[in-house]
């Protein structure tokens, strides 16, 4: 089945402690992202990455790191969690279409909660 | 500045009545528009884009979507609304086409009423 999973599906820690969201796609797309939704906010981009080993800031990055070092996978790493982060995140991938807009598929989400 | 503006938090439609949800935008050149729906505790799911050509785009689950150039909106309608349309949808836009970056709005949450 052609999906985008992201790991865990909810998660709660503490301020200061690293952690990882994975995102893993099937489907070999080239594009992929990383947004959060925050209420009253929609989506908001975080980083995107076009290709393997290209990434590069959406508008709000600051507190985040990702890396692209294979084509399926696209984590997301919080160095140093903080209460503002607490968020819904969502992992999103495309093929790559000259031309014409990419159609997104999202991942299932990650809640997490920073306290 | 860039961005996507959806005015209304809520929309509520009775059931078999038309809908719109509206949308605007603000992006240089020409706008690559996208149309997605959130169901409760799920992914966002794809439901249509504008590239170019005709101004009226159909996509999924009966919903069409107008672009408007001159007024820089695309906004979203259905003909007979539904129960099940009830989700939060929201509208994007690509920034450019040399890069994967999207500004969305902030959502509309449909109520369809029986």
């Known amino acids: 089945e052609a999906q985008v999973t992201q790991n865990p599906r909810y998660l709660i820690t503490v301020t200061g402690k690293k952690l990882t969201v994975t995102c893993s796609q099937n489907?070999?797309?080239?594009?992929m992202s990383w947004y959060r939704q925050d209420p009253g906010l929609g989506l908001r981009q975080i980083y995107y990455s076009m290709n393997v080993e290209v990434t590069d800031k959406g508008d709000v990055p600051e507190g985040y790191k990702v890396s692209r070092k294979e084509k399926r996978n696209f984590p997301l790493i919080l160095e140093s969690p903080s209460p503002n982060q607490t968020s819904l995140y969502f992992c999103?991938?495309?093929?790559?279409?000259?031309?014409?807009?990419?159609?997104?598929?999202f991942g299932p989400g990650t809640r997490l909660l920073v306290l | 500045a860039q961005s996507v503006a959806q005015p209304e938090d809520q929309v509520n439609v009775a059931e078999g009545n038309p809908l719109t949800v509206k949308c605007t935008y603000s992006?240089?050149?020409?706008?690559?528009l996208f149309w997605y729906v959130q169901y409760p505790n799920r992914g966002l799911q794809f439901l249509l884009k504008?590239?170019?050509?005709?101004?009226l785009v159909k996509g999924s689950y009966g919903f069409e979507a107008e672009f408007n150039k001159s007024q820089t909106s695309f906004h979203l309608k259905k003909p007979s609304a539904l129960v099940s349309d009830s989700a939060l949808y929201f509208c994007?836009?690509?920034?450019?086409?040399?890069?994967?970056?999207?500004?969305f709005g902030t959502g509309t949450r449909l109520k369809v009423l029986a």
């Open positions: 992006v240089s050149g020409n706008p690559y």
């Open positions: 504008y590239i170019t050509g005709d101004n």
């Open positions: 999103a991938s495309s093929w790559k279409v000259q031309g014409v807009g990419e159609t997104q598929y």
């Open positions: 489907m070999n797309h080239e594009y």
């Open positions: 994007a836009v690509r920034v450019s086409s040399g890069t994967y970056k999207y500004i």
